[in-house]
């Protein structure tokens, strides 16, 4: 067992603290970890620890790319999602009337049938004010 918490009693060796990188050692006959239940210390010889460092950086350097190239595709698709269903809500019809059936799709308005609509609309608007 190498995983030991504060308070517990130890034998000879030297302990870590990896959250606040603080280094018991042991000496005799063993002491009682210092700190709270919650603290964890790991018991490893120096030369892993120090040797773990070098180790821990060489795993930063290969692996921070990767997490740029994944951050780089999520943006990619999701830009890529957001505009094909921008599309998609533009040419759907989405307001429910129970009492019609568009089978075939909706029937849309000519040029001539609008622009005859807004005339309509504005010669109104000035009979309203005359």
């Known amino acids: 067992m ?3 918490k504060g308070g517990d009693w130890v034998t ?3 302990y870590w ?3 606040s990188g603080r280094r018991v050692d042991a000496t005799g006959e063993g002491l009682a970890l210092p700190g709270a239940r919650n603290l964890v210390y790991l018991r490893m010889p120096a030369g892993v620890m120090l040797l773990s460092g070098p180790l821990f950086g060489l795993l930063y350097i290969v692996f921070f790319p990767m997490i740029g ?3 780089l595709s999520f943006f990619t698709v999701r830009g890529i999602f957001r505009g094909a269903f921008g599309l998609l809500s533009r ?3 989405f307001e429910w ?3 019609e059936a568009y089978l075939a799709g909706r029937k849309r308005r000519s ?3 609008k622009q005859e609509q807004g005339d309509g609309s504005k010669q109104k608007d000035s009979e309203a004010q005359s």
């Open 69 to 71: 190239i994944a951050a």
């Open 97 to 99: 009337r129970p009492a």
């Open 12 to 14: 000879e060796g030297t």
């Open 17 to 19: 603290n990896l959250v």
């Open 91 to 93: 040419a759907m019809y």
């Open 111 to 113: 040029k001539k049938q």
């Open 2 to 4: 190498f995983r030991y």
